[in-house]
């Protein structure tokens, strides 16, 4: 049975810290591309981050770019998403996805998903 649980999220001041781990299972995740997604009430599920299977190809939305740091472990089949100076702007509920092929920033192209993590950044 294929899982992908988020964790990490939470209501926090603009400026500060967080980090998203998402635990996978069920798959062979080392030969899987990971994604972080994420997505407000009423907008249109928005790419984050995309990280290769090996860590050697990854690609961020400008948005987050400079702010956010996607990495993974395969040894503990769990992928990350360090986000600092949060924004307001960042808030929404964040979900990683996999995708056993090349990392895309098309959400439609990944295989799996997890149920999300809200993150709420205050002003």
């Known amino acids: 049975q294929v899982q992908l649980v988020e964790s990490g999220g939470g209501l926090v001041q603009a400026g500060v810290s967080l980090r998203l781990s998402c635990a996978a299972s069920?798959?062979?995740?080392?030969?899987?591309?990971m994604g972080w997604f994420r997505q407000d009430p009423g907008k249109e599920r928005e790419f984050v981050a995309t990280?290769?299977?090996?860590?050697?190809?990854?690609n961020y939305a400008d948005s987050v770019k400079g702010r956010f740091t996607i990495s993974r472990d395969n040894a503990k089949n769990t992928v990350y998403l360090q986000m600092n100076s949060l924004k307001p702007e960042d808030t929404a509920v964040y979900h990683c996805?996999?995708?056993?092929?090349?990392?895309?920033?098309?959400?439609?192209?990944?295989?799996?998903w997890g149920q999300g993590t809200q993150v709420t950044v205050a002003s």
């Open positions: 990280i290769n299977w090996v860590s050697t190809s990854i």
């Open positions: 996805a996999a995708r056993r092929s090349v990392p895309s920033v098309r959400w439609n192209d990944y295989d799996y």
């Open positions: 069920g798959f062979a995740f080392s030969t899987y591309a």
